[in-house]
């Protein structure tokens, strides 16, 4: 199968599997009435849908190492397809977290062979500017899900959310069925899984650039995760005008993942994936400013973090082909435990953000400054150094 082929097949799996992060978030306030309990509750099904990401990741990547890519992102699709239809008809929060845990399990394995696919497919910088474009379709689900996703409650009401949703994943397991993807040139299995996520993990060229990646991720899930409480709070938002934030994040995004796909070879990863972080830093710090100093500016909140948003979306690709490209052992492993650190990472972010949601504004900006200053540093790393 082409290259191009399993770009355009990758893409359009993530795009799924990430518009369960943002896709229900202007309905939040509504499911918390449905649901008979506080929004600061609901807003834990992003925390449990990260939990169910990071569980299984390692476990998708050493299976696929065994008997291929198509029947693990095919099982993938299926358990996200059915779990986002069974979830309308779940009564109560407990059931409602349940579901979002095994709605999680399947993006996890679908994530995980997007990027398996990627790495089989491409190296170096190209493998960089491959992954640019997942980060293309991560942010349009970002951005322009909750958009949608303010469409469809208004129009249909919040179970139709995840009723669509789970009946495009499925539509989408049929069309992977019917594509060939290419025979595994490598077979790491002469030992068990856990002696090569082992060594991946204890090499500093894998562990930096591999943290770089997840602490700037952190700063998007903590705001996913808070943000709705303050704008559809103390800001007194509506869920459309919540939604229509989606366009300015999805834009700040999309052109930093432009700016990889045109830049980092000519620039370089490593100056590349600092400039980003930097930014990071600044729209974060600025933010934190912002919160203080213009309690009752909403710009003052939302623009700097679309600052950080561009940065975020320049440093992820180029932590994750550095990544790739440092790791020990070669296969489906350094990819799912990358992805395996970010998710796990932004599982404890989110639960974070969700013990300090409140309508203030501060905390959060404050949480996304720290995730910021520690990204920076894993970035000036010398191990990182070496890698670009």
Not at 179 to 197: C, D, I, K
Not at 296 to 321: H, R
Request: net charge positive; hydrophobic share 55%.
């Amino acid at each position: 199968m082409k290259s191009s082929t399993t770009l355009l097949i990758t893409c359009s799996t993530v795009f799924l599997a990430q518009l369960g992060m943002s896709i229900y978030l202007p309905a939040l306030p509504e499911m918390a009435r449905s649901l008979s309990t506080d929004a600061s509750h609901v807003a834990w099904g992003l925390a449990m849908y990260l939990i169910g990401m990071a569980m299984p990741m390692l476990l998708w990547g050493s299976i696929s190492q065994r008997i291929g890519r198509k029947p693990i992102l095919l099982a993938a699709l299926v358990i996200y397809g059915l779990s986002n239809i069974a979830l309308p008809l779940g009564q109560g929060l407990e059931m409602f977290l349940l579901l979002r845990l095994v709605q999680g399990i399947g993006a996890s394995g679908i994530s995980v062979m997007a990027r398996v696919l990627i790495r089989d497919s491409f190296q170096g910088e190209l493998l960089a500017k491959a992954l640019s474009w997942l980060s293309i379709s991560f942010v349009v689900a970002l951005g322009i899900g909750q958009y949608l996703g303010s469409i469809v409650q208004t129009a249909l009401g919040w179970p139709a959310i995840f009723q669509l949703l789970g009946g495009a994943s499925l539509l989408m397991a049929g069309l992977v069925a019917w594509v060939r993807f290419p025979m595994l040139s490598e077979h790491n299995v002469s030992s068990s899984a856990l002696s090569y996520y082992c060594r991946i993990m204890l090499d500093r060229a894998f562990l930096f650039p591999a943290l770089t990646g997840g602490l700037g991720y952190g700063v998007i899930i903590a705001f996913n995760t808070a943000a709705p409480l303050i704008l559809q709070g103390s800001f007194n938002w509506s869920a459309l005008e919540y939604g229509l934030l989606g366009w300015p994040i999805s834009a700040a995004y999309f052109l930093g993942a432009l700016g990889v796909n045109r830049f980092v070879l000519r620039t370089g990863r490593h100056r590349l994936m600092t400039i980003g972080v930097g930014l990071v830093l600044v729209g974060s710090t600025v933010m934190l400013f912002g919160s203080i100093a213009g309690t009752s500016i909403a710009w003052l909140f939302w623009l700097p973090y679309c600052f950080a948003v561009f940065g975020q979306s320049l440093n992820y690709p180029i932590s994750l082909s550095l990544a790739n490209d440092g790791s020990p052992v070669s296969g489906a492993y350094a990819m799912a435990l990358s992805g395996f650190i970010h998710q796990l990472m932004a599982a404890a972010i989110g639960g974070i953000a969700g013990l300090i949601a409140s309508q203030e504004a501060w905390p959060l900006s404050l949480l996304c400054t720290l995730l910021a200053l520690g990204a920076m540093f894993c970035v000036m790393a010398p191990s990182n150094r070496r890698t670009a």
